[in-house]
């Protein structure tokens, strides 16, 4: 069992920037990929980054490389995501994640097997 435990989020106006954090509990942090995730009214759940457990590799959905960043601190039990130059279209209630797969398939929400409850960020225009 995980448990997952996101903070965060908010109303920030375009153009701001805000920083996301998910505590895990449960399981040896430093073996397993993270992701995140978000999902806006209306919309699927969509892939937004992922990193590996040393933190050597990450990955990111076009629609974010550049402005957000995956990061992690396997001694907090901590993976972040700095999101800046936010546009509306980021507006979503984003999900931490653990992948169940062995670090395969990495953007697809079926092999993510833990999910922590959710943070909403809104961005206005």
């Known amino acids: 069992q995980v448990q997952l435990v996101e903070s965060g989020g908010g109303l920030v106006q375009a153009g701001g920037s805000l920083r996301l954090s998910c505590v895990a509990s449960?399981?040896?942090?430093?073996?397993?990929?993270m992701g995140w995730f978000r999902q806006a009214p209306g919309k699927e759940r969509e892939f937004v980054a992922a990193i590996r457990p040393s933190g050597s590799s990450t990955f990111y959905a076009d629609s974010v490389k550049g402005r957000f960043t995956i990061s992690r601190d396997n001694a907090k039990n901590t993976v972040y995501l700095q999101m800046n130059s936010l546009k509306p279209e980021d507006t979503a209630v984003y999900y931490c994640?653990?992948?169940?797969?062995?670090?395969?398939?990495?953007?697809?929400?079926?092999?993510?097997?833990?999910w922590g409850q959710g943070t909403q960020v809104t961005v206005s225009s």
């Open positions: 994640a653990v992948n169940t797969a062995s670090g395969l398939y990495i953007t697809s929400g079926r092999v993510y097997g833990y």
């Open positions: 449960g399981r040896t942090f430093s073996s397993i990929t």
